[in-house]
Nanobody, 114 residues
Framework: VQVVESGGGLVQPGGSLNLSCLVS????????MSWYRQVPGKEREPVASITSTGGNSNYGDSVKGRFTISRDNSKNTVRLQMNSLKPEDTGVYYC????????WGQGTQVAVSS
């Protein structure tokens, strides 16, 4: 199973990014998916999660109202739309497949700076 994130980059405060997570080797349709982030100097924290069908999602308090998680099971893909980005959103973002075990990607770097 491979989990590969993409879409990170440098963006100005107030800007947007759309992260993608492509899974290969296992169909994601039966499993919940999550995004985590590692902010410099802090422990890895959950950002968002979505149920297997996409019918329910949850968000960390710091991103509620700004980030949206979505999934396309037919494409084995999960996305994280990030709007109104703040400097404190800077970090490495990881996609996690909550399958028979947790499968983590290598992460994609997000930098929010003017």
């Amino acid at each position: 199973v491979q989990v590969v994130e993409s879409g990170g980059g440098l963006v100005q405060p107030g800007g947007s990014l759309n992260l993608s997570c492509l899974v290969s080797g296992l169909s994601i349709g039966r499993y919940a998916m999550s995004w985590y982030r590692q902010v410099p100097g802090k422990e890895r924290e959950p950002v968002a999660s979505i149920t297997s069908t996409g019918g329910n999602s949850n968000y960390g308090d710091s991103v509620k109202g700004r980030f949206t998680i979505s999934r396309d099971n037919s494409k084995n893909t999960v996305r994280l739309q990030m709007n109104s980005l703040k400097p404190e959103d800077t970090g490495v973002y990881y996609c996690v497949l909550r399958g028979p075990k947790d499968y983590w990607g290598q992460g994609t770097q997000v930098a929010v700076s003017s």
